[in-house]
């Protein structure tokens, strides 16, 4: 039997001893996953995202997807009226889709939201999302844009912050299956106006979404966070941004 050593590595040069780094396994709770790359799947959210670490208004759902052998497969986005949708009364006006190269990235951007005018955005989006959470026919879906998300081929790294006037900064980041890779991953996501987000393709394969809009697209609103350059690598502005206090 091998005599038990603590230093495992003795048998190393200097060099190479210096260099190394163990890569830490350890689950972690998921609030302190939702900040770290590739962390979290959206499987993990589906069903209602703890309201200590989950952005309000934010919804990932489960979806269904039925693969047929040597033919392909089969998925519904969403029926008008049913399941999570005609639960929080919000049905797109626009459908679009887009595809990003395998190693590209989509920047940060945000939809501006309604305020009324006889209140402050801090005290209106209290209302909204502390004081009366399920009154979703207070939600002014005709006149911001809130985003429903579908992925139908490859894996999104997708990233969330919350940049409500007087709402807490949370931030959210986790991966999406295509529909191609069948699994508990295989969501959709729902992201409120206010809500900045970006999505990176982490995959060999091209990403291929899908999503509607509760407006229809109107270039004014839409806020993008510049940053240099959309890369395989996550850019350097993204980090600065993500890691503002």
């Given at each position: 039997?091998?005599e ?10 200097d ?17 302190e996953?939702?900040?770290?790359t590739g ?25 269904r ?15 008008e ?20 190269y ?14 009324p ?11 909204l999302?502390?004081e ?6 207070l ?8 985003d ?9 790294e ?24 069948r ?8 992201i409120?106006?206010?809500v900045a ?46 890691n503002?206090?």
């Amino acid at each position: 039997m091998a005599e038990s050593s603590p230093d495992l590595w003795r048998g190393l040069s200097d060099v190479a001893r210096a260099a190394l780094q163990t890569r830490d396994y350890s689950g972690g709770s998921l609030g302190e996953r939702l900040q770290q790359t590739g962390r979290v799947d959206a499987r993990e959210l589906v069903g209602g995202i703890p309201a200590e670490v989950g952005i309000p208004g934010v919804e990932v759902f489960h979806r269904r997807v039925f693969h047929q052998r040597y033919r392909g497969y089969f998925s519904e986005f969403a029926r008008e009226g049913e399941a999570l949708l005609g639960k929080i009364g919000l049905w797109p006006k626009q459908w679009a889709t887009a595809k990003m190269y395998s190693g590209t990235s989509k920047g940060f951007h945000i939809h501006p939201p309604a305020i009324p005018a006889d209140t402050t955005p801090e005290a209106w989006f209290q209302r909204l999302f502390v004081e009366e959470p399920t009154n979703y026919s207070l939600r002014p879906y005709d006149k911001e844009q809130w985003d429903v998300m579908f992925f139908i081929q490859g894996i999104c790294e997708m990233f969330l912050i919350d940049e409500r006037a007087g709402m807490p900064r949370k931030k959210m980041r986790f991966i999406i299956e295509g529909d191609d890779l069948r699994g508990e991953s295989n969501v959709g996501v729902v992201i409120p106006a206010g809500v900045a987000h970006a999505i990176r393709s982490a995959s060999s394969q091209d990403l291929i979404m899908v999503y509607g809009t509760s407006t229809v697209f109107l270039p004014e609103n839409e806020g993008r966070i510049e940053h240099g350059i959309e890369t395989p690598e996550t850019p350097a502005d993204w980090e600065k941004f993500w890691n503002l206090a």
